[in-house]
């Protein structure tokens, strides 16, 4: 039908000589994605063979890009009797736009063998298609040209080329690019500052923020959001906190991101008072997200039941647990040796189907092991048909703990074998165990293969590990020698590791050498004056024992208080060796006294050497006896079913005498009993620890 009349086509009157308004039309259908319409008009345009310019075919094909048929643009495009500049970077964007990359590429490279040179937008659309295949090889030719052509310093240019070097990880070269920029909009800004805490360097992350906010550049939720959690990783709540009121003053609290973020960055830093109040400020925008951040930082702050209240919560809202949320519960159950608790999350995992998730097997391995049951972290671990590193340094860290230095040697050689590469955990876990088992040739072999055979560079916690490794075996001066041929300056780890050994082994010189370079590193950690003064006192040198007790007083330093915890059904017993109280006490005190008779009979002999008292064998004996993780013991077998095994947690090391002790006890009722103290595990039974007297 011919054009010289006016005809009405979807709503507009088109003439035909107005390619102008017809070109609006198709904008318009392409702005609203109406392909239906847009088809339309063009079949009418073919049938009523209106003469299709090249600035009307330039729309079509815009058109059906943005409308998500890229076939139908590239037909329209490969019809066209000639093409122009806009003809290639409609086709280049149109290909970017719908995540055809390597043919938007392959158009890119088309374009320029037709020696057109592209447009600032071609160039945008190609660097994003690097971001999203990874390749920065590709990225840094496209910059090349970009610098050959004059369009680097572009603007549009600039953003994608930072934004592509940042989001690669290049972050250097995405500094070079921004900062050569002559001028920065809010997306640049964006994208260095997502770069850098994508890529871990939070620092700088922040300086951009106060840049950005220093230039008068309006900041947005996304902004805010990676700059919150730069503050989050660093644990910068003063930071966070500024950047929190300028969320407030935008009115960007109700973004749901925005509130996931500041729960999280409060969380992190320990400010729970403030997280809990983010999370309340809409119960509407609550997610999983913002869930398990709150319980996270309830779990670090060891405000165990403060985490379970938020989980009751969040099943009673109706918002499913996701893997994160599982594995803070499990952990917290884990520090706190929480074994029902823990089980009854691992039936929780299972029905929502999280048991196969790296994850939370390696937080479930884990949280058996440091609850005791050895067997059932073997057998969750054994369940798991290929585990990865994350797994295996879980098993390998349970059985370091529990002293089983020569089954963590075999599980570190099946994790080789089964190609899975070890990492800088799995050897401390592996020097660990071979520690506590007294593996000494064994430790220090692997310890020297680290950067030999497996290109891992030992840091200080390896070295530390191989100080206590040489200080248990009573190899003093190995140790000292080693700390001296350190290419750094040992932690006070190391220091406090040969100062134990120094104690045990009654190395005056050394031990005093050690105290004093670990109260350098850590004026108040009371551990390196108590053991200074049990040195003294080994050798009955009360003058000095005395000036370092003074010390410590007129320091208003305290001992730490050896205290134990033992569950029985729902509830956790707690009691130190005096001022404890427990509507039970008279009973657990006559069955302590009764085990004590038992036990003399069999060989028992109260160890009073240990007590660094002066007074009378009598109380020293009654000193030792009232220890609590004996108490703990005593209520235990009062409390609990026969056969059943009895776990105690102390806060601080097994005397030896204790340990003697509960060795004849499992003995005398026939009970297996571990006891998990601030470094390892032991098992007695039948009158023996699994850790062989060596710990």
């Known amino acids: 039908m011919s054009f010289q009349t006016l005809r009405r086509f979807g709503g507009q009157i088109l003439k035909e000589e107005s390619t102008t308004t017809l070109a609006q039309v198709i904008q318009t259908y392409a702005k609203t994605k ?3 319409k847009g088809k339309q008009l063009h079949a009418h345009l073919l049938r009523s063979h209106y003469p299709l310019c090249i600035f009307l075919t330039n729309h079509l094909l815009n058109m059906y890009s943005k409308c998500g048929h890229v076939d139908y643009a590239l037909k329209v495009f490969d019809e066209m009797p000639h093409r122009n500049l806009v003809s290639w970077t409609a086709l280049v964007t149109g290909f970017s736009q719908n995540a055809r990359f390597l043919e938007c590429f392959k158009a890119f490279s088309e374009m320029r063998r037709a020696g057109e040179s592209p447009t600032q937008f071609a160039f945008a659309s190609v660097i994003k298609g690097c971001v999203v295949l990874g390749s920065v090889e590709i990225g840094r030719q496209l910059h090349c040209l970009a610098l050959k052509l004059g369009l680097s310093c572009e603007l549009f240019v600039g953003s994608n080329l930072a934004d592509m070097y940042s989001k690669c990880g290049v972050m250097v070269d995405a500094c070079r690019v921004f900062e050569e920029m002559p001028c920065k909009d809010a997306v640049s800004w964006t994208s260095m500052i997502d770069g850098y805490t994508k890529s871990g360097e939070f620092e700088a ?63 992190k830093s320990g400010d729970m008072e403030s997280a809990s109040n983010v999370f309340r400020i809409d119960p509407e925008r609550r997610n999983i997200v913002s869930y398990s951040s709150l319980i996270n930082g309830y779990v670090e702050m060891d405000e165990i039941e403060k985490a379970f209240s938020v989980f009751v919560n969040l099943k009673r809202e109706g918002v499913e647990p996701n893997q994160f949320t599982f594995s803070s519960l499990v952990k917290a159950c884990a520090n706190q040796a929480a074994l029902e608790q823990g089980i009854q999350l691992h039936a929780q995992v299972v029905k929502f189907n999280f048991d196969r998730d790296d994850f939370v097997v390696s937080v479930l391995v884990d949280m058996y092991g ?21 797994a295996w340094n879980s098993l390998l860290s349970v059985f370091a703990v529990h002293g089983l230095g020569n089954d963590a040697l075999k599980t570190f050689s099946r994790m080789v074998q089964a190609g899975v590469k070890p990492n800088a955990i799995t050897f401390v876990s592996l020097l660990t165990g071979c520690s506590h088992a007294g593996l000494v040739e064994e430790g220090l072999k692997y310890f020297y293969s680290m950067e030999k055979t497996y290109g891992i560079v030992p840091r200080a916690g390896h070295y530390s590990c191989i100080i206590d490794l040489l200080g248990r075996a009573g190899r003093l001066e190995e140790a000292e020698e080693f700390i001296n041929s350190m290419p750094m300056q040992p932690n006070a780890f190391a220091w406090c590791s040969f100062l134990g050994a120094c104690t045990i ?168 009993i571990i006891v998990r103290d601030n470094t390892r595990f032991h098992h007695f039974a039948d009158g023996l620890c699994s850790c062989g007297d060596y710990w």
């Open 205 to 267: 992350a922040l300086v951009s923020y106060k840049r950005m906010i220093n230039d008068g550049i309006c900041v947005d939720k996304y902004v805010v959001s990676s700059a919150l959690s730069a503050c989050s990783a660093l644990r910068d709540c003063r930071f966070g906190k500024c950047v929190h009121s300028t969320v407030v003053k935008l009115g960007l609290e109700v973004e749901v991101a925005v509130g996931n973020v500041l729960v999280d960055m409060y969380s």
């Open 370 to 390: 440091k609850c005791g049951s050895l067997d059932h972290s073997i057998q969750v671990f054994n369940e798991v048909a290929t585990p990865t590193e994350v």
């Open 34 to 36: 109406q392909l239906h």
């Open 505 to 672: 082994h009654g190395d005056k010189e050394r031990g005093k050498l050690a105290a004093e370079k670990l109260i350098q590193l850590e004026p108040e950690n009371s551990g390196a004056h108590v053991l200074l003064s049990t040195l003294h006192a080994k050798e009955q040198k009360w003058d000095d024992f005395r000036i370092v007790r003074k010390m410590m007083r007129d320091s208003s330093m305290k001992k730490l208080p050896g205290y134990s915890w033992v569950d029985v059904g729902n509830n956790t017993h707690t009691f130190g060796a005096k001022d404890w109280s427990h509507p039970q006490k008279k009973e657990i005190y006559e069955k302590l006294d009764s085990l004590l008779d038992q036990i003399k009979k069999v060989g028992y002999v109260p160890n009073t050497d240990l007590v660094l008292h002066d007074m009378d064998d009598n109380s020293k004996v009654e000193l030792l006896h009232h220890h609590s993780e004996r108490i703990a013991i005593a209520f235990a077998l009062i409390s609990m079913p026969a056969g059943k095994p009895i776990i105690v947690k102390k806060n601080i090391r097994v005397c030896l005498d204790c340990h003697s002790a509960i060795k004849y006890i499992s003995l005398v009722v026939g009970r297996k």
